[in-house]
């Protein structure tokens, strides 16, 4: 079957010819305009209808009770979730759809309020992002632009909050630009400091990373913000492979965290350390509790279906990732479900879940996101290898993070070209290359990429090393890496020295 990703309007072959392809492009980005010309009041407009609203009965939905009381605890959900939103910690959805609501009013009732603006921005943003809907992203560009219109300077909440945008949309250098001009606005905020972190992380300059994360620790921050910031340095201390450290930050972040929706994502970041490592009974555990704090985590819906997966139990695991796919979905946890039905033997569900991902793929996209990585990711392993060589070749250009070096050395590999796919294979695993990751993934895409360059006791190393790392990583890549090691073979005996004359 043809699996290859694929848009109205554009066109791929067949079969692709022999060599690299000059394909056209199925997918291009996206980009959003906001407010180019425009009146402020006008601004309030172009809002989109049809905001989502909370569901009775789902967890962190306001109680049934009389309207003072009603009243009493929007207004609570409220302060928390704006607390939560100007933090850059994550807040309950209800929370959000609530409080979107409240500073949509307010914009309309007073259209030249900058802080309002931006709150309502960066409301959108973490909504979009926690529920994986891109069409948040546009009306969170128009609000954050409105705010910048209406107060150029020394804005840092829209600033922060573009920042925020465009590492919800994969684009590291605006994110790099707007935490840039954040942080020179008000150069003791912390709150500049995350971003900028995820944006050089995703630049691949993790020496400014791990320098601004020592700028952000040195600073002196809240009791609200602590967990934030502790979290923010367990993912620097795993991208440089300090995995004890990262756990003990994170952990230490979860303790601390201010609200139920903070310390269930904290938790399921646990969750997927504790999946990394291979340690399956932790990281159920953990993805567990986040649910019971947060039923809208999907990050550990989708993790707790992994996690199920591998422990031989793939009823529950499907059950776990339709949960985390309901309205709208992750792409990537898409891709996931479908790769477990293929690895089940179900191609027909598979197959459905790769149609899935297209229009999942479509949409972020009309968001505005970037998703040049997956779907290059897809391409590599379902459809045309050259298509994501091309779209992998681009992105490494744009932001080359140890991601897209990884991606990008599987992509050439699966096309044929395993010399040059080395070459990138190695930043991705190389410690003083890339930022020292131990990926269970990266060091199996090295692996076979030295077996088919015959170079056959690296390629053995390399694959067992995956396998120690996570046994469990993949289950369409964890069979194939046990069958390569079976056609390599045992360590060959190393010939004796000749004796001497």
Sequence with gaps: MDNRLSVPGTSLSAEPPPGR????????????????????????????????????????????????????????????????????????LPQLTS??????????ARPQDAKTWAVLGAAYVQRGSRTADATDYPRAERALRTSLQVRAERNTEALDGMAALALARRDFPAAKRYAEQALKAAPGRWSAYPPLIDAYDGLGDYEAARKNLDKLLGLRTGTAARPAVMARASAVYRDRGWREDAVAQLT?????????????????????????????????????????????????????????????????????????????????????????????????DAEAQYEQLRTRVRRAVAGGVDEDLLIGRFEADHGDPWDAVERLQEEWRRQ???????????????????????????????????????????????GMIEGELERYGPARRHLQEALRINPHFSPLGVPEARRALAALGDVPEEPLPAEAP
């Design 400 to 446: 080359p993070g140890i991601e897209v070096a990884d991606a990008l050395g599987w992509a050439l590999h699966r096309a044929g070209e395993d010399q040059e796919a080395l070459t990138y294979a190695t930043v991705a695993t190389d410690k003083a290359k890339g930022g020292g990751v131990r990926s269970a993934p990266y060091t199996f895409h090295l």
């Design 252 to 348: 230490d972040a979860a303790a601390a965290a201010q609200a139920p929706a903070e310390q269930a994502a904290y938790l399921a970041g646990l969750g997927r350390l504790a999946w990394e490592r291979g340690d399956l009974d932790d990281a159920l555990r953990h993805f567990e509790a986040a649910l019971r704090l947060d039923r809208d985590q999907r990050a550990a819906q989708a993790g707790r279906g992994r996690t199920l997966a591998a422990l031989g139990r793939p009823r529950e695991a499907v059950a776990a990732y339709r949960a985390a796919l309901a309205g709208e979905a992750n792409p990537q946890d898409v891709l996931e479900l479908g790769e477990l039905y293929e690895s089940l033997g179900q191609e027909a």
């Design 21 to 92: 392809r000059r394909s056209s492009r199925w997918l291009r980005r996206v980009l959003v305009t906001a407010l180019a010309g425009g009146v402020v009041a006008g601004a309030v407009l172009t809002l989109l209808p049809g905001e989502r609203r909370p569901e009775s009965g789902r967890a962190g939905a306001l109680p049934a009770a009389g309207p003072q009381a009603r009243a009493r605890a929007e207004a609570r959900a409220r302060a928390e979730a704006l607390t939560a939103v100007t933090s850059g910690v994550p807040a309950a």
């Design 99 to 108: 409080l979107i609501g409240q500073q949509e009013e307010r914009v309309r």
